[in-house]
Structure formats: structure tokens, C-alpha cells
């Protein structure tokens, strides 16, 4: 008996956070000057979740989860002079949270359009899934096929060189970075000193997309047909405990989004990825922690222009597939809808999946999430 009224209690507190948030507006960031060129914004990103799965094999049928809490820092000293340091929550193996860990920590110096330069721990050159991160997704979950290598949420330490053209219509990102090391990363080998030498280009055909970033959804307010392509490379980076391979990864991603229909907005959206581990048997995301082998997905959505109470509905299905040279081959659909209520600042999800693992029996769950920022 308490323990349905946990889960009604966890359940209610989810609502009632959305409730809460519907009532005050979700400002991304605050920000103060000091002179004309010096300037300080702090903002904060939360997002939570209850999970059905029919499947647990730990028995527990349903969670609540606090999946990300964020603090955003970043400002100015000088025109060309930056910074940017956002801290995140970090979970043991158990999945409870036991730390909050630094996620990003970059000087920027930022000439023009066509030439800047950023170094710390931040994202590495990469495909548009992780350049969006969560919270820019266009559904709730990180794609799992998306799986270079990196320190925490996706960063890297290391430095990159970016620009653009036109305003966002043509832009190039190119980094050395750690990647695989002894310590602190997703992969492990001791044997390499060499770089992770990573690249993406990016071209968009309709509405350019300014600055280092991406984002998987505009609600309408931009018109997007992208293309990008990303390549990455680290020698010896693979290891199976007695012979080492260099590391190559690369995929093509696309963006397409238009309004259609008067002001509804249609989104089509995938990526292809190739892993490469130079023969050498790295246990999938086991082991060495690399990847190794095929993957893709591919995602719709469409946002109805039309409110219900205080947001607008968007339907979305995404399509995802893993095939491991060296393991089993894993896929996943999900149906759901997002509730946007103001944009990637306040939204509302409601996902059904199904996961299959070669060998496994099918995992089913459901989850609602909200996601906020201020």
C-alpha cells in the first residue's frame, strides 16, 4: 500500500512541477552588465521523469528520477574574451545522485564570424545530437547510437578552432581533444599519448544557425534544411588487453523543419554513424568503451499550431539502430508527444518505447519528463 502511494506522491510532485512552472514565466539565463563590453549571466535547467517499465528485471516497476540539474555561468570580460562554466549532477552505478560535477569549462576567444577559439572541458566537434545535448533534443531521450567518446555529458578537454559564413549558413568546427585516456573518459587505454583529432562541417540551405551549438527543434521559428558531417580520429585509442587499434568514428546528420499548413511545423531529422576500432574487439561499450560498428536513427515530429490550456502538442516518433561488430544488435522505437508550452524553456513529454537486444527479451517502458530553464 506505501508503495503505491510513493509512486502516486512521486507522480503528483512531476505535475505539480509543471503547474508550477506553467505559472511563471521560464527566462533562459539572467543577465548584468558592467560597462559595454563586461557582462555576467547565470540561468539553471532541470529535468525530471517517471518511468513505467513492465520489464525491470530489479523488480521495480516505476521511477522518479532527477535526470539533469543544471547551473549555467558564462560571461565577458572584453569583446574577444569569454568564459563559460555550467556545473551538472553525477549518479553512481546504482543510478543515485552522489556529486555535482563540472561540465564545462571553456575561455572563449572570439575574433570575428570566421575565426575563434575555445579550450577546456566542452564539447568536441561532434554530431548535431550531441551539439543539442537534452535539453535541445527533439524528443526526450539521448539517442543511444550517438556514442563518441567523451569525459561527462558529452565533453571533452581539449581546444577548437570555429567559424561561419553568412551568419550560420556555413559553419566549421575543428578540435584536438584527450579522447581515450587512462583516466576520467568513457574509454580506457593507457597506451596512447595521441590526440583525438575531431572535425564537423555544416551547411544549411533555408535559415542559417548561428554560433557553436545546435538545436534539433525552432517551433517554427526557423526554416531548416542542414546538412553535417563529422569525422574523428585517435591512433591506439582501441584496446582488447593485449593489441591495440586506432579509433575512427564519422556520420552525416540532417536536420529538415518547415512550416506547413499555415503555422503547424513538420520535422525530419536522422543520422548515420560508422565506429571503427581497426579490427580490434572492444566489447561494444564494454570493455574498452568504444564503439565499434553501424548505427543510425531517425526521427518525425509535428507541432499542431494550435493551443491546448497553456502549450501546443507535437506527436514525434523516432527510430534508432545499433549493430555492433563485435556484439548484439540493439534497436529501439518510441512514440509519444512533447508539450510545448515556451519552447526548450518549458516543455512536457509523454514517450512509449520498445528496445530489443539480440538474445534479450524486449523492453517496454513509458515515461513522462519535464524540462525546464530558467
Given at each position: 500500500?506505501?508503495?503505491?502511494?510513493?509512486?502516486?506522491g512521486?507522480?503528483?510532485?512531476l505535475?505539480?512541477m509543471?503547474?508550477?512552472?506553467?505559472?511563471?514565466?521560464?527566462?533562459?539565463?539572467?543577465k548584468?552588465?558592467?560597462?559595454?563590453?563586461?557582462?555576467?549571466?547565470?540561468?539553471?535547467?532541470?529535468?525530471?521523469?517517471?518511468?513505467?517499465?513492465d520489464?525491470?528485471?530489479?523488480?521495480?516497476?516505476?521511477?522518479?528520477?532527477?535526470?539533469?540539474?543544471?547551473?549555467?555561468?558564462?560571461?565577458?570580460?572584453?569583446?574577444?574574451?569569454?568564459?563559460?562554466?555550467?556545473?551538472?549532477?553525477?549518479?553512481?552505478?546504482?543510478?543515485?545522485?552522489?556529486?555535482?560535477?563540472?561540465?564545462?569549462?571553456?575561455?572563449?576567444?572570439?575574433?570575428?564570424?570566421?575565426?575563434?577559439?575555445?579550450g577546456?572541458?566542452?564539447?568536441?566537434p561532434?554530431?548535431?545530437?550531441n551539439?543539442d545535448?537534452?535539453?535541445?533534443?527533439?524528443?526526450?531521450?539521448?539517442?543511444?547510437?550517438?556514442?563518441?567518446?567523451?569525459?561527462?555529458?558529452?565533453?571533452?578537454?581539449?581546444?577548437?578552432?570555429?567559424?561561419?559564413?553568412?551568419?550560420?549558413?556555413?559553419?566549421?568546427?575543428?578540435?584536438?581533444?584527450?579522447?581515450?585516456?587512462?583516466?576520467?573518459n568513457?574509454?580506457?587505454?593507457?597506451?596512447?599519448?595521441?590526440?583525438?583529432?575531431?572535425g564537423?562541417?555544416?551547411?544549411?540551405?533555408?535559415?542559417?544557425e548561428a554560433?557553436y551549438?545546435?538545436?534539433?527543434?525552432?517551433?517554427?521559428?526557423?526554416e531548416?534544411l542542414?546538412?553535417g558531417?563529422?569525422g574523428?580520429?585517435?591512433?591506439?585509442a582501441?584496446?582488447?588487453?593485449?593489441?591495440?587499434?586506432?579509433?575512427?568514428?564519422?556520420?552525416?546528420?540532417?536536420?529538415?523543419?518547415?512550416?506547413?499548413?499555415?503555422?503547424?511545423?513538420?520535422?525530419?531529422?536522422?543520422?548515420?554513424?560508422?565506429?571503427?576500432?581497426?579490427?580490434?574487439?572492444?566489447?561494444?561499450?564494454n570493455?574498452?568503451?568504444?564503439?565499434?560498428?553501424?548505427?543510425?536513427?531517425?526521427?518525425?515530429?509535428?507541432?499542431?499550431?494550435?493551443?491546448?490550456?497553456?502549450?501546443?502538442?507535437?506527436?514525434v516518433?523516432?527510430?534508432?539502430?545499433f549493430e555492433?561488430?563485435?556484439?548484439?544488435?540493439?534497436?529501439?522505437?518510441?512514440?509519444?508527444?512533447?508539450?510545448?508550452?515556451?519552447?526548450?524553456?518549458?516543455?512536457?513529454?509523454?514517450?512509449?518505447?520498445?528496445?530489443?537486444t539480440?538474445g534479450?527479451?524486449?523492453?517496454?517502458?513509458?515515461?513522462?519528463?519535464?524540462?525546464?530553464?530558467?
Amino acid at each position: 500500500m506505501t508503495h503505491h502511494y510513493l509512486r502516486r506522491g512521486k507522480l503528483a510532485l512531476l505535475v505539480g512541477m509543471a503547474a508550477w512552472a506553467s505559472a511563471g514565466a521560464a527566462v533562459a539565463g539572467e543577465k548584468w552588465t558592467f560597462g559595454p563590453e563586461a557582462s555576467l549571466t547565470i540561468g539553471a535547467g532541470l529535468r525530471a521523469s517517471f518511468v513505467y517499465n513492465d520489464d525491470d528485471p530489479t523488480g521495480e516497476d516505476s521511477d522518479f528520477s532527477l535526470n539533469s540539474a543544471r547551473i549555467f555561468t558564462s560571461g565577458q570580460f572584453t569583446k574577444i574574451i569569454g568564459f563559460t562554466f555550467n556545473t551538472e549532477i553525477d549518479r553512481d552505478n546504482d543510478g543515485d545522485i552522489n556529486d555535482i560535477r563540472m561540465m564545462d569549462a571553456i575561455v572563449r576567444l572570439e575574433f570575428n564570424d570566421y575565426f575563434n577559439i575555445w579550450g577546456g572541458r566542452m564539447l568536441a566537434p561532434s554530431d548535431r545530437a550531441n551539439l543539442d545535448g537534452p535539453y535541445y533534443a527533439g524528443t526526450w531521450e539521448y539517442p543511444f547510437v550517438s556514442a563518441y567518446p567523451q569525459i561527462f555529458q558529452g565533453r571533452d578537454n581539449g581546444v577548437a578552432v570555429w567559424g561561419q559564413t553568412g551568419g550560420g549558413k556555413f559553419k566549421y568546427q575543428v578540435g584536438a581533444f584527450t579522447g581515450c585516456a587512462e583516466d576520467d573518459n568513457s574509454c580506457y587505454n593507457p597506451d596512447t599519448d595521441a590526440p583525438l583529432i575531431t572535425g564537423r562541417l555544416t551547411y544549411n540551405f533555408w535559415d542559417p544557425e548561428a554560433g557553436y551549438y545546435t538545436s534539433s527543434d525552432y517551433y517554427g521559428e526557423k526554416e531548416i534544411l542542414a546538412v553535417g558531417l563529422v569525422g574523428q580520429y585517435q591512433a591506439d585509442a582501441a584496446t582488447d588487453g593485449f593489441s591495440n587499434g586506432d579509433f575512427s568514428g564519422f556520420n552525416v546528420d540532417f536536420l529538415m523543419q518547415k512550416r506547413v499548413f499555415g503555422s503547424h511545423v513538420f520535422t525530419l531529422e536522422g543520422a548515420y554513424y560508422v565506429y571503427d576500432t581497426d579490427g580490434i574487439d572492444t566489447g561494444g561499450l564494454n570493455g574498452n568503451g568504444l564503439a565499434d560498428g553501424n548505427s543510425f536513427f531517425v526521427l518525425t515530429s509535428f507541432l499542431i499550431d494550435h493551443k491546448i490550456g497553456f502549450g501546443k502538442f507535437q506527436p514525434v516518433f523516432r527510430y534508432q539502430e545499433f549493430e555492433f561488430d563485435n556484439g548484439p544488435e540493439v534497436s529501439e522505437w518510441s512514440v509519444g508527444t512533447n508539450y510545448i508550452i515556451k519552447g526548450h524553456d518549458l516543455r512536457l513529454s509523454a514517450i512509449y518505447s520498445e528496445t530489443d537486444t539480440d538474445g534479450l527479451e524486449t523492453v517496454n517502458r513509458f515515461i513522462t519528463g519535464v524540462q525546464l530553464q530558467f
